[in-house]
């Protein structure tokens, strides 16, 4: 099997099961939700969500994947991992060493003013459920592509575990974010990151919002004392909301302080919050 093949079937293996995760979870929340939020909330969060979702796959999706492969393909015969023999131990070794590094990624995100520009537009959702995975600028995106492709340089890593580590980080994006009740959350969490570490992520306060940055493995928050065990009494940002995709947009490039004033010109196509 030629290595082009093999990240084909992989890639492929890979975004089927992010695509059944995607539809386990909406039913869980569906049975199960661990918050009932006001109807008319959850209606134009989920709205706003899948809108930026379309949007930036339109964008992005294609963009993102030729650039990870292409680097992936010129470059895995270098960097720090290229000489170790290919198998199981090496997956595992580069997708730990991704994690840390989209870990990093985001910590930076939060505390760097113009990081946080488009990546506070993630965190404007008055709801939190599955399609709040979906919700991120274009542009957050977009930057967070030359850094992935630097990670790919520096370790060497083939095109086909790229497209695995991309889609199970997808996966548990999906998980993460999903408003459902597990059993025994709190020893899971003690692993990896669970719905229960990340609802504190997206905590009104800065105080709780600014930890649990863990994407997959629970034990980076732990090592650099960024990991925080609290119900948040709220979800979203207090200051600034966007109830439409085209406010959602616009938001990245609004300070907080002007914009309920400018808010008031972009037409809401999202109704009124009362259901």
Same mark, same amino acid.
């Given at each position: 099997?030629?290595?082009?093949?093999?990240?084909?079937?992989?890639?492929?293996?890979?975004?089927?099961?992010?695509?059944?995760?995607?539809?386990?979870?909406?039913?869980?929340?569906?049975?199960?939700?661990?918050?009932?939020?006001?109807?008319?909330?959850?209606? &134009?969060? #989920?709205?706003?969500?899948?809108?930026? =979702?379309?949007?930036? %796959? +339109?964008?992005?999706?294609?963009?993102?994947?030729? /650039?990870?492969?292409?680097?992936?393909?010129?470059?895995?015969?270098?960097?720090?991992?290229?000489?170790?023999?290919?198998?199981?131990?090496?997956?595992?070794?580069?997708?730990?060493?991704?994690?840390?590094?989209?870990?990093?990624?985001?910590?930076?995100?939060?505390?760097?003013?113009?990081?946080?520009?488009?990546?506070?537009?993630?965190?404007?959702?008055?709801?939190?459920?599955?399609?709040?995975?979906?919700?991120?600028?274009?542009?957050?995106?977009?930057?967070?592509?030359?850094?992935?492709?630097?990670?790919?340089?520096?370790?060497?890593?083939?095109?086909?575990?790229?497209?695995?580590? &991309?889609? #199970?980080?997808?996966?548990?994006?999906? =998980?993460?974010?999903? %408003? +459902?009740?597990?059993?025994?959350?709190?020893?899971? /969490?003690?692993?990896?990151?669970?719905?229960?570490?990340?609802?504190?992520?997206?905590?009104?306060?800065?105080?709780?919002?600014?930890?649990?940055?863990?994407?997959?493995?629970?034990?980076?928050?732990?090592?650099?004392?960024?990991?925080?065990?609290?119900?948040?009494?709220?979800?979203?940002?207090?200051?600034?909301?966007?109830?439409?995709?085209?406010?959602?947009?616009?938001?990245?490039?609004?300070?907080?302080?002007?914009?309920?004033?400018?808010?008031?010109?972009?037409?809401?196509?999202?109704?009124?919050?009362?259901?």
């Amino acid at each position: 099997m030629n290595t082009e093949y093999a990240a084909e079937v992989v890639g492929n293996v890979f975004m089927t099961v992010a695509l059944l995760s995607f539809f386990i979870l909406l039913a869980l929340e569906k049975k199960r939700p661990h918050i009932r939020f006001d109807r008319g909330i959850s209606r &134009e969060s #989920i709205l706003t969500n899948l809108s930026a =979702f379309f949007f930036n %796959n +339109i964008f992005l999706t294609l963009l993102r994947a030729t /650039s990870l492969f292409f680097i992936a393909q010129r470059f895995s015969g270098h960097g720090l991992l290229h000489s170790v023999e290919e198998g199981p131990i090496k997956w595992l070794m580069t997708f730990f060493l991704y994690d840390l590094a989209i870990y990093f990624w985001h910590v930076i995100n939060h505390h760097n003013d113009f990081l946080w520009r488009f990546h506070k537009v993630h965190h404007s959702d008055k709801a939190f459920n599955l399609t709040t995975g979906f919700r991120f600028h274009v542009l957050d995106l977009f930057i967070e592509i030359p850094y992935k492709c630097l990670f790919v340089i520096l370790i060497g890593v083939d095109a086909h575990i790229v497209l695995a580590m &991309e889609a #199970i980080q997808l996966v548990f994006i999906l =998980f993460h974010h999903s %408003n +459902i009740m597990i059993p025994n959350e709190e020893k899971l /969490s003690g692993f990896i990151i669970t719905p229960f570490l990340h609802r504190a992520h997206h905590s009104s306060l800065r105080s709780e919002h600014d930890s649990n940055y863990g994407i997959v493995f629970a034990v980076w928050d732990r090592v650099f004392g960024t990991r925080q065990e609290v119900t948040p009494q709220k979800i979203g940002l207090d200051v600034i909301m966007a109830d439409n995709f085209l406010q959602l947009f616009c938001l990245a490039f609004l300070t907080e302080g002007h914009f309920k004033k400018i808010l008031k010109i972009i037409p809401n196509f999202g109704g009124n919050k009362s259901d």
